[in-house]
């Protein structure tokens, strides 16, 4: 028996009221069950019940025990002072406030169902390897259900997404050009060089990327620079050229990179290389002078397409490293990475930004990444293997991945939407 499961069964009432009494053998009518706190502090505030004849307004605190409440010291701490009603699911001793009156005490043993509790077992105490904790019963739940749901999640993920953006807008002094080249940084080095390249752009001020951004090969050269790309000794003209301006510009701005995280290259496509992501992202702050606002103003995909549509500079058409070259190809950058900088920055910043000037309207995101085919990782293909079509383009990707992210993997079945209809006897 988990605690959270207590605070379940109490929030949505899942035992047998009726015959609620207190352990003092007194009457138990339960008018409002609170508001769930999930902070320190009791369980639930603003709780109202009535005992007897006499209506209480205040605090409602759970334990699995009785005795948890002088565990916890609970007795010597005021924010208990106003508990109304102690809910556990064993009574084991009496407890009093500081006046010595007596809490009434609500023991739920022998008030839930064994239906419930069986569910309750069967999905979080029970040991298995499932992929998710429901996976038996997945392919169950009804499509409508999971494609509502998918909706909540997606709006709590962006709403996460906002903590990182919120946090860079308060150290960028509120510019939120300046968010967005941080943002797209992070997110043009992919999962394995996001922290570096978030590094390497925090290194630089935003006012020294507009100076520089007239030249590709001065933008380029910082970002190298700033990265570690260049603490090295090699005898090539192109090299060279980039050592010398990044030097140059060092100086002028008085960069430092000391503490920049250094970018990686294993187990990294050459696609994905540093060198050439940070040359496409120079290339895009050198062609697009109003990036910010033409990617807010942008009204469709094709639109946001058209504005990422730029490759790295001319060496590395024909070169990898400083060292190898091989035939000549164009690096544009693809639209599944388009999508993945879309997915992760021009929305969620988007959405943002969208707040900050009271506009709550959000139809025209979800729009844009509905468009936008379903990311293919183990996870989308793990729902879609429990039940076909559960996701079929990015919002449902992104819903189900902040899912199993913050729900599955932590055990947090009893605040899941789904968890909850398999615990109240919905799914057979």
Same mark, same amino acid.
């Given at each position: 028996m988990q605690e959270?499961?207590l605070?379940?069964v109490?929030k949505f009432r899942k035992?047998d009221f ?9 009457s138990?009518?339960i008018?409002d069950v609170?508001v769930?706190?999930?902070n320190?502090?009791p369980?639930?505030?603003?709780a ?5 004849d006499q209506?209480?307004a205040?605090?409602?605190e759970?334990?699995l025990?009785?005795?948890d409440?002088y ?5 010597i701490d005021?924010?208990y002072?106003?508990v109304i009603?102690?809910?556990?699911w064993e009574d084991d001793?009496a407890?009093y406030r500081?006046?010595?009156s007596?809490?009434?005490?609500l &023991?739920?043993?022998?008030?839930i ?6 569910s309750y077992?069967?999905l979080l105490?029970?040991p298995?390897?499932k992929?998710?904790n429901?996976a038996?019963d997945f392919?169950k739940?009804d499509?409508f259900?999971?494609?509502n ?7 709590? =993920?962006?709403n996460n997404?906002?903590?990182l953006i919120?946090?860079?807008l =308060?150290?960028?002094e509120?510019?939120w050009e ?5 943002l797209?940084a992070k ?5 394995i060089?996001g ?5 390497m752009?925090s290194s630089?001020s ?7 951004r007239? $030249?590709q &090969?001065?933008l380029?050269?910082v970002?190298f620079?700033?990265s570690g ?5 090699i005898?090539?003209?192109?090299f060279l ?5 990044y030097e140059?510009? =060092? ?7 000391s503490?920049?995280?250094r970018?990686?290259?294993? =187990?990294?496509?050459p696609d994905?290389?540093p060198?050439?992501r ?9 062609k697009?002078?109003h990036l910010? $606002?033409?990617?807010m103003?942008?009204?469709?995909? &094709?639109?946001v397409?058209q504005?990422?549509?730029v490759?790295?500079a001319?060496?590395w058409?024909?070169?990898?490293s400083f060292?190898k070259e091989?035939s ?5 950058l693809?639209h599944?990475f388009m999508?993945?900088?879309?997915i ?7 959405f943002?930004?969208?707040k900050?000037?009271?506009?709550s ?9 509905h &468009?936008i085919k ?12 429990l ?18 992210q ?8 009893l605040?899941c939407r789904?968890?909850?209809?398999i ?5 057979q």
């Amino acid at each position: 028996m988990q605690e959270h499961f207590l605070h379940y069964v109490w929030k949505f009432r899942k035992f047998d009221f009726g015959k609620a009494r207190t352990v003092q053998n007194f009457s138990l009518q339960i008018l409002d069950v609170g508001v769930h706190n999930y902070n320190s502090g009791p369980d639930f505030f603003n709780a109202k019940i009535k005992i007897e004849d006499q209506i209480w307004a205040g605090n409602v605190e759970i334990h699995l025990k009785s005795s948890d409440w002088y565990l916890h010291k609970h007795e010597i701490d005021p924010n208990y002072d106003n508990v109304i009603l102690h809910v556990v699911w064993e009574d084991d001793v009496a407890i009093y406030r500081k006046d010595n009156s007596i809490i009434p005490t609500l &023991q739920l043993k022998g008030l839930i169902s064994e239906t419930t509790l069986s569910s309750y077992r069967e999905l979080l105490i029970a040991p298995n390897n499932k992929w998710i904790n429901c996976a038996t019963d997945f392919n169950k739940f009804d499509e409508f259900d999971v494609k509502n749901y998918q909706y909540s999640l997606y709006l709590e =993920r962006l709403n996460n997404k906002s903590d990182l953006i919120l946090e860079l807008l =308060r150290n960028s002094e509120n510019n939120w050009e300046a968010v967005l080249f941080k943002l797209l940084a992070k997110n043009f080095g992919l999962n394995i060089n996001g922290s570096a390249f978030l590094s390497m752009a925090s290194s630089i001020s935003f006012q020294t990327v507009q100076k520089l951004r007239s $030249s590709q &090969q001065r933008l380029e050269a910082v970002f190298f620079g700033q990265s570690g790309l260049l603490n090295k000794k090699i005898d090539n003209d192109f090299f060279l050229s980039l050592d010398k301006e990044y030097e140059f510009a =060092r100086l002028k701005h008085r960069l430092e990179n000391s503490y920049v995280e250094r970018a990686k290259y294993f =187990r990294l496509r050459p696609d994905n290389f540093p060198n050439i992501r940070l040359s496409q992202l120079a290339s895009l702050y050198n062609k697009k002078a109003h990036l910010f $606002s033409d990617l807010m103003e942008a009204k469709g995909l &094709q639109d946001v397409y058209q504005i990422f549509t730029v490759q790295p500079a001319a060496y590395w058409q024909s070169h990898y490293s400083f060292e190898k070259e091989h035939s000549a190809k164009p690096k544009f950058l693809t639209h599944d990475f388009m999508d993945l900088l879309i997915i992760n920055t021009i929305i969620p910043l988007k959405f943002c930004y969208n707040k900050a000037r009271g506009i709550s309207d959000i139809e025209e995101l979800l729009d844009l990444i509905h &468009q936008i085919k379903s990311e293919k990782n183990k996870i989308s293909l793990g729902f879609n293997k429990l039940k076909s079509g559960t996701i079929t383009n990015a919002l449902h990707s992104q819903a189900m991945l902040h899912l199993k992210q913050e729900y599955c993997d932590k055990n947090e079945c009893l605040q899941c939407r789904l968890g909850n209809k398999i615990l109240s006897g919905l799914i057979q």
